[in-house]
Every structure is written in structure tokens, then in C-alpha cells.
């Protein structure tokens, strides 16, 4: 079993819509949480971070983490073409950060 | 001003050949990482530095080796070139032991024929 698990879709959804994007991981002793943006043939830029379970909302944004099920998720509301690219959930914790596979993000006009 | 800049952006190179890239930050960050990105966009952890000092080391062959001058440095040698060493390399930097997530460069494309 992988640490981090993260549907590589693609995902592709209408211009306006509600996305949806998740990660479940096994390793308890993760206590930040953190999402990646990357856009083709550039590198991953943070995009949102979260420090042990709640909320976090950074306008259109809003990130997710239940430590008790070990799930994470972003929320994106009105989506936009310009949010088509991949996105990487990762965590961190004693030293150590994994990466999750990325889901590949499509926003149709 | 670019935070983390690698060089080259791109690799192209034959079979057997010795390359190497290079990484800085001029973000102030003690510690520094190489992940190499396959096809499916899966990263993964090679090397971590902090203030020069080799602080994680994946199981990577030992044809790569990274060596840092200082702090804001942190370079990639690979020696013997094979196909599967095809993949986008990116370096990045962090404060804190990264607990507040990475900077990473653009990254840079090796291509092995």
C-alpha cells in the first residue's frame, strides 16, 4: 500500500462547476497538509496548506483534512479554464513528505 | 527574480554520457531536495541537503551523486546516462524541514537516446 493515495484521473469538468479532489494516506504521523498546483512543463507551486485536521478557505479554494479518516480534499468552486492543470496533494511529518500521483484537471469553457 | 533556478531546462543526451544539473535559491532556505518526476507525474524524493550536510538519501543509484557547495546550491551529477534516467528533474528548497511545504524550480527535461 502506497503512503499516499491519489486518484490520477483525468478529470474533466464543465467551465463554472464544483471540483472535487482527494487523497487518503496511512501514515498517522502526517501533520501537514498541503496541495501543489502544476501547470505542463512547469513545477509544482503551493497552493494551499493546512496544519493538522479542519478547514481552510483561500477564495474559489477551500482545503479539507480529517485526521481520523486519513482523507484530505480541495474544493474548487467555479472553476475556471486557467485552474486546468495537475494537482499534487502532499504531507509532511518528522522529516518527511510524500507526494501523492497528482490528478490531471481539465476545465472545459 | 526567479526563487529556485535550475539549469539546464533541458537535456538531451546520448547513452554512457556523464551530465549534471544545476540548482540555486536565493530564498534564504537551509535545506534542499532533487525529485525526479516520471511520465505519470508521480514525484519522488532523491536527495535532501540541509546547510550541506546530506540529510536523506532515497534507494537512487549511486551513478547520481549530489554535491553542495553551500547552502544556496545543490547540484546533480550523473554518471552513465541509461534510457530509464529519462524523466523531469526538479529541485526545490525549503525552510523548517519543509513542514510548510517547497519552492520548486521549473525543472529540467533529460532526454536519453
Known amino acids: 500500500q502506497k503512503e499516499v493515495e491519489q486518484d490520477p484521473g483525468p478529470l474533466s469538468v464543465p467551465e463554472g462547476a464544483i471540483v472535487s479532489l482527494n487523497c487518503t494516506y496511512s501514515?498517522?504521523?502526517?501533520?501537514?497538509f498541503m496541495w501543489y498546483r502544476q501547470y505542463s512543463r512547469k513545477g509544482p507551486e503551493l497552493l494551499m496548506y493546512?496544519?493538522?485536521?479542519g478547514n481552510k478557505e483561500d477564495g474559489r479554494f477551500t482545503a479539507q483534512v480529517d485526521k481520523s479518516s486519513k482523507y484530505i480534499s480541495l474544493f474548487i468552486r467555479d472553476s475556471q479554464p486557467s485552474d486546468s492543470a495537475t494537482y499534487l496533494c502532499a504531507m509532511s511529518g518528522d522529516n518527511d513528505m510524500r507526494f501523492g500521483a497528482g490528478t490531471r484537471l481539465t476545465v472545459k469553457p | 527574480d526567479t526563487a529556485v533556478s535550475q539549469t539546464p531546462k533541458y537535456l538531451v543526451t546520448q547513452m554512457g554520457n556523464d551530465k549534471s544539473i544545476k540548482c540555486e535559491q536565493n530564498l534564504g532556505h537551509d535545506t534542499m531536495y532533487w525529485y525526479k518526476q516520471d511520465s505519470k507525474k508521480f514525484l519522488k524524493i532523491m536527495f535532501s541537503?540541509?546547510?550541506?550536510?546530506?540529510?536523506i538519501n532515497e534507494t537512487v543509484p549511486n551513478r547520481f551523486s549530489p554535491k553542495s557547495p553551500d547552502k544556496a546550491h545543490l547540484n546533480l551529477h550523473i554518471n552513465s546516462l541509461e534510457l530509464g534516467d529519462s524523466a523531469v528533474y526538479f529541485c526545490a528548497s525549503s525552510s523548517s524541514g519543509g513542514l510548510y511545504g517547497y519552492t520548486f524550480g521549473s525543472g529540467t527535461r533529460l532526454t536519453v537516446v
Open positions: 501514515n498517522s504521523a502526517f501533520q501537514y
Open positions: 493546512t496544519y493538522s485536521s
Open positions: 541537503y540541509n546547510n550541506k550536510e546530506l540529510i
